[in-house]
């Protein structure tokens, strides 16, 4: 006898619809609420959260950090440091204003500055009068102020400094004549500022002391 048939069961209504509603309705308001939560969290400063713009740095304090910058290691001429100034864009008025104070205060001293230049460029480089009174004329030194500097230069100090070039140089030049050595030993010493009577005066006593290190020319140079 055949079995009778089951009946389907009656799918009940509205549970998988209402489970994919909640889901997908939950994760859209999620997602949404982030979304714009996190939109209006990163557009929305207030006029609180704003960094108010820097004030402009006070051009006389900028130009006191440059020419103190400037005054570390050795002295500066007041005209160098003015070029200065003027190359990092700072006003002409504000320039003099400040270099005046420091002019005050004898951190700018062009009498100091000149002194110093001259000794230590003398004893060092064994410059003449000449050379020197050039090169402070180029630092933007009064002729005044640098002649006062270079009348301290001892005449006597001045001819032991050439004949200390020319004993230096003298010694490579052992392969040349004495007429050749003459003269690179007097060009020598007019590229220093040494004038013409000195430079041979000195020359000519170093080499006589020194005779044999040079022969003479060949007759037929």
Known sequence: MPKPERADRPTRPGRSGSRQGSRSGSRQGTRSGSRSGSRSGSTGRGPSAERPPEPDADPEQTARTILLDQLVGRARSRRELADKLAAKG????????????????????????????????????????????????????EDEVA?????????????????LLVRKKMRTLTRVDQTTATRRLVGMLARKGYGA????????????????????APDDL
Not at 95 to 121: E, I, N, P, S
Not at 147 to 161: F, I, K
Not at 199 to 214: G, P
């Open 90 to 141: 700072v006003e002409d008025d504000v320039a003099a204003r400040v270099l005046d104070r420091f002019t005050d205060v004898g951190l700018v001293d062009d009498a100091a500055f000149a002194a110093t230049w001259v000794q230590q460029r003398q004893s060092g480089k064994g410059l003449a009068r000449r050379a020197l009174a050039q090169e402070l004329r180029r630092k933007g030194v």
């Open 147 to 163: 002649r006062e500097a270079l009348d301290e230069v001892d005449p006597e100090q001045e001819r032991e400094a050439a004949r």
């Open 197 to 216: 009577g000195m430079a041979w005066s000195v020359v000519r006593e170093e080499l006589d002391a020194d005779e044999d290190t040079f022969p003479e």
